[in-house]
């Protein structure tokens, strides 16, 4: 007769191989567009080698004389995990919804919390792919150096990670039709990050540092480029970005929680009531 706790652990075992053969799919279903997965993998390496090419030797002023590379690297590491958790993800969400995809995996015997758990892994998977090619042309191409915090760094993602996922299914909920999806997600993630400070570092109380700090991308650059700061007596722990990312997140859940349907809109503004979001 099997025990209780062994019971527990045949469960968590199909849990954790369902979920496993769902992100196999959503893996698989990516990789077979090689268009879509060129665009969102290597948008940010040709990126980064474009700007580290023009950038050559120069160093940032406002970094104290650091090599600008030294903050590319950092940067585009963020930018790839915020365009896959937020970009790439949204505009996934909404043409599943209005095509209907959604509301037939609502009615499939897969469990709500599976297919959730294998989207946002899935995401998660294309992030870690980009980190590291990223990571790899920085310090192979550019010899960047090493972050000197690898705990910091991988917290810094993490949190990252999670923040910019709830916010891009709480936009998608937001976003009336697929037409809509890819200009609207794309003009505010991209007018962020030009005032966020990708491109160039920003001067700590310029105007466009104080605008940019009360939106989470501004936060996730701050939070990746610490432990590469190579200056004496920085830390690569950045607890003050950290927590801003955290609160935006949480945001992002109740909107999404409180908007979400599976199935299409029938007309502007207009969700189903039956399609609301279950309890999981």
């Not at 954790?16 to 077979?32: C, K, N, T």
């Not at 949190?159 to 998608?172: D, H, K, N, Q």
């Not at 996730?220 to 700061?229: K, L, N």
Request: glycine fraction near 8%; charged fraction near 10%.
């Amino acid at each position: 007769m099997s025990t209780p706790v062994a019971r527990a652990r045949s469960r968590a075992a199909a849990d954790l191989s369902m979920v496993g053969r769902q992100l196999y799919y959503e893996q698989l279903s990516f990789w077979r567009n090689p268009f879509a997965a060129v665009f969102t993998v290597g948008f940010s390496v040709v990126f980064l080698v474009l700007l580290g090419a023009s950038a050559g030797d120069a160093r940032s002023a406002t970094l104290g004389g650091v090599p600008i590379i030294q903050y590319y690297v950092p940067g585009f590491v963020a930018y790839g995990v915020m365009s896959t958790c937020f970009n790439a993800l949204a505009t996934s969400l909404v043409v599943r919804r209005e095509t209907g995809l959604l509301k037939r995996l609502r009615l499939s015997p897969l469990p709500t919390w599976a297919m959730l758990a294998a989207v946002i892994g899935n995401a998660l998977v294309i992030s870690l792919v980009q980190i590291v090619l990223l990571l790899v042309i920085g310090r192979f191409g550019y010899h960047v150096q090493p972050p000197h915090n690898l705990a910091a760094l991988a917290l810094a993602l993490l949190v990252g990670a999670a923040s910019f996922t709830a916010l891009g299914i709480a936009v998608s909920t937001l976003i009336p039709n697929q037409e809509a999806a890819g200009p609207i997600v794309s003009i505010v993630f991209f007018v962020l990050l030009f005032l966020s400070g990708l491109w160039y570092p920003l001067a700590p109380h310029s105007t466009l540092a104080t605008i940019s700090s009360y939106f989470p991308i501004r936060h996730m650059i701050e939070a990746v480029y610490a432990p590469f700061d190579v200056r004496p007596g920085v830390s690569g722990w950045s607890w003050h970005n950290l927590v801003p990312m955290l609160v935006w997140g949480a945001a992002g859940v109740v909107v999404a929680a409180r908007h979400w349907s599976w199935a299409p809109r029938t007309r502007a503004g207009d969700r189903p009531r039956a399609a609301r979001l279950p309890r999981l």
